[in-house]
């Protein structure tokens, strides 16, 4: 009998089980997903050296270490070109993560921590007397006394326990990753609002530039059916363009994923909780998502060690949420006032669509 089974092994499942181990609980990690593959997403605030010192964790700054220190943000937003320099934020610019690296990392802090992992997906649960019994999409039959959903947007445990998934407007995120240049390759961050979407791009630690545009669910598609007109759009840009050779991502393969805003009506129950993007997950264009799962992930174990009220973590979530809206809804109505067009209007009148489980 396991003392807690954690679903998913990212940033949030990760750190839940560094922390829970550490204490001495016995705690099995499942995931399907080796760790180190590439993940999308890779810009941490500064906030970040101070979340893994508190969890006693690597940090970033240590020689030859991949990640690298992002020098600021240059924004075309709503028809304002905007530059953010590291020096006017109180804790720094952030990192621009090797993601694949960063969470290999965090998994060897789990292993030391003495958390066992295995290659599974999570398929069935059932609670009785108290305890999870759970079988693996290849027939394992496991037992715990606590269950983490740290599964991520699709919230795997916690829609099957009945929780409910609220989510913002839709929002689809198409992206690529290009060819490695030999030029000099900034260190900042590029964003630019566009009538009907947003684009986000940087340059990896690897020196591979990245370019994510943001549109509805309609134009996504249409623009992973046709890829030359998502580099024809990049090739458009005012700003972004200028930073970063398009001809970088010609035939390069073209990705998306949902990047709409979600959190879930009871991230936690009887014996259950979720944390990371499972509970409460933002728009990319926050960069809030590795941290938030880091954070809320922390939060639930220190709740489970401590034996406190699972109430307090679900009000915690609440409060970062309306922190978190309010920041966003600012910005959104800003290029929204400007651009007037169906994509923005989505988010003006953002009445959360429920999904059922
Ligand atoms: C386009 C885009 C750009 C982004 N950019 C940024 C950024 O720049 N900065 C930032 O901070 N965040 C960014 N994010 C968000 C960030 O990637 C997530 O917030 C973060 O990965 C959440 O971590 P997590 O551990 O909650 O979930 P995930 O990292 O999604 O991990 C969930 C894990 O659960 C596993 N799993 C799923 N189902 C099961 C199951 N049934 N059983 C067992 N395991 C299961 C999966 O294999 C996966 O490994 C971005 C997101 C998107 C979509």
């Excluded at 610019?93 to 990392?105: C, Q, Y």
């Excluded at 496991?142 to 099957?160: C, P, W």
């Amino acid at each position: 009998m396991w003392d807690v089974i954690i679903a998913g092994a990212g940033p949030a499942g990760l750190v839940s089980a560094t922390v829970l181990a550490r204490s001495g609980r016995r705690v099995l990690l499942l995931d399907p997903q080796a760790s180190g593959r590439h993940k999308i997403g890779e810009s941490v605030p500064g906030a970040m050296a101070r979340l893994l010192a508190k969890l006693g964790l690597p940090g970033f700054e240590s020689p030859g270490s991949p990640h690298r220190r992002i020098g600021g943000i240059i924004s075309l937003w709503a028809g304002e070109l905007r530059t953010e320099d590291h020096l006017t934020t109180p804790e720094g610019g952030g990192w621009r993560l090797d993601r694949g690296a960063f969470e290999k990392e965090l998994s060897e802090s789990a292993a030391l921590a003495g958390t066992i992992r295995m290659p599974a997906r999570v398929a069935r649960i059932n609670r009785r007397n108290q305890s999870w019994q759970i079988e693996t999409e290849g027939g394992d039959r496991l037992d715990a006394g606590f269950l983490i959903d740290a599964t991520g947007r699709n919230a795997a445990i916690a829609r099957r326990q009945g929780a409910r998934q609220i989510h913002g407007p839709p929002l689809v995120a198409v992206w690529s990753m290009g060819r490695a240049t030999r030029d000099v390759v900034s260190n900042r961050t590029f964003i630019e609002s566009t009538a009907d979407g947003w684009w986000y791009a940087a340059y990896l630690p690897d020196r591979r530039p990245l370019a994510i545009f943001h549109a509805s669910p309609a134009l996504a598609t249409e623009l992973r059916d046709h890829p030359k007109q998502w580099l024809e759009r990049l090739r458009k840009t005012e700003h972004i363009a200028t930073h970063m050779d398009p001809d970088a991502f010609y035939r390069t393969a073209l990705k998306s994923n949902d990047a709409r805003s979600s959190h879930l009506d009871q991230p936690c129950g009887p014996g259950w909780a979720a944390c990371g993007d499972a509970a409460l997950s933002f728009d990319p264009l926050s960069s809030q998502g590795i941290f938030n799962a880091m954070a809320s992930a922390d939060m639930i174990s220190t709740a489970i060690l401590q034996g406190t009220s699972m109430e307090d973590y679900s009000g915690s979530l609440d409060e970062i949420r309306a922190i978190y809206h309010k920041r966003r809804n600012l910005l959104y109505d800003s290029a929204g006032r400007y651009f007037a067009s169906s994509f923005w209007t989505a988010f003006e009148t953002s009445s959360p669509i429920v999904r059922e489980t």
